[in-house]
């Protein structure tokens, strides 16, 4: 980590000529910058991951109820040519029922890649209500829920108890990928008015987007947060970059 990390810090400033800043990296990687490169680091976000051979289902059960009575099925399915087909028109109808500025959720293409990943879904009479798509990560962690998609029109509910029937499916670890913390959290080289400021704009920022609406989501899963960094040199970002970083994590 330490030598790969260097030679792409030197090769940003250097060749580039550009300003290199790490983003949702691992504790191990913030300390190499921080300690080892004199980095400022910063925590205000959080890998959401769940242990799927402890997982305990939580769903209400009253939506699970009404989700049977419906008569909504779930079922693991392929990502063939007519499913892509049912699956195409929801999606798309999916993006133009959204509010909001919208960030990293406007690109959303769950048949990249079908080999390493796996489609749940919820139908009823034919037509998609939700979907999971798992994306394969490394044998150490397993898989991310890469995108779980509540249809407009789904039957209430309909998407936890499809979570829900994800995890009986799957064994080991599965992550909802990184989600807004409760707390900023200043690492190294970051105190005094600049770690009062961040603290106070992420906090700004998290209360006018609701951006812990989605953690407190992933938590009715049993989901633990565990810290990932923002990294960046100490003279290389200023204030409002440091905005812009923290505006990132909106959807």
Sequence with gaps: ??????????FATQELKLTPVWMLVSFDIQKILGRDL???????????????DKHVANTDPAKARRVEREGVKMHETKADADFIAKGDPAIEQWKSNRKGKQVHLTEVRPWVDTAHRRYFVAEKDGKVQCLVVLAKLSPKHGWQVKWALDFPGAVNGAIEVLIEFVFSSITGLVTFGAGASQTFKPGEHLHGVRAKFLSTTYN????????????????????????????????????????????FFQD
């Design 38 to 52: 004199g980095w400022r680091t910063l925590s205000c976000t959080e890998e959401q991951r769940v242990n799927t």
């Design 1 to 10: 980590y330490k030598e790969v990390c260097q030679a792409f810090v030197k």
């Design 204 to 247: 700004t920022i998290v209360n006018r987007l609701g951006l812990l609406r989605k953690t407190g989501f992933r938590n009715k899963f049993g989901a633990l947060g565990e810290e990932v960094y923002i990294c960046y040199p100490k003279h290389g970002v200023g204030l409002r970059d440091l905005q812009q970083i923290v505006k």
